[in-house]
Nanobody, 126 residues
């Protein structure tokens, strides 16, 4: 199975940027579609972005469109989430997730994903 470790979270002012990374070990990431989700205190975990196994297809939550970019490096088995123009409402723990697939589709639902990282905290101050 694949192990996922997120990094890159932190405290940033509104309007700033962060780049989250998700490093995989145990299996090559070319087997998996990848997703980013976030969870704010007291709220359910929500979809942010997904990228297909080869990287040809991406999807974003409406709140992320135009501000966030998901990408992957299958040589280094790492997935990224570039977050620009951050808002206080983006404050949450961010999780990466992996779904094993033979397709080049993205996946939007939390239940689609078998493997999860421990999360990295993003805090955006106003």
């Amino acid at each position: 199975q694949v192990q996922l470790v997120e990094s890159g979270g932190g405290l940033v002012q509104a309007g700033g940027s962060l780049r989250l990374s998700c490093a995989a070990s145990g299996r090559t990431l070319t087997r998996y579609a990848m997703g980013w989700f976030h969870q704010a205190p007291g709220k359910a975990r929500e979809f942010v972005a997904s990228i297909s196994r080869i990287g040809g297809n991406t999807a974003y939550a409406d709140s992320a469109k135009g501000r966030f970019t998901i990408s992957r490096d299958n040589v280094w088995d790492t997935v990224f989430l570039q977050m620009n123009s951050l808002k206080p409402e983006d404050t949450a723990a961010y999780y990466c997730a992996a779904h094993q697939t033979n397709t080049d589709f993205y996946f939007l639902r939390e239940n689609d994903y078998e493997y999860w990282g421990q999360g990295t905290q993003v805090t955006v101050s106003s």
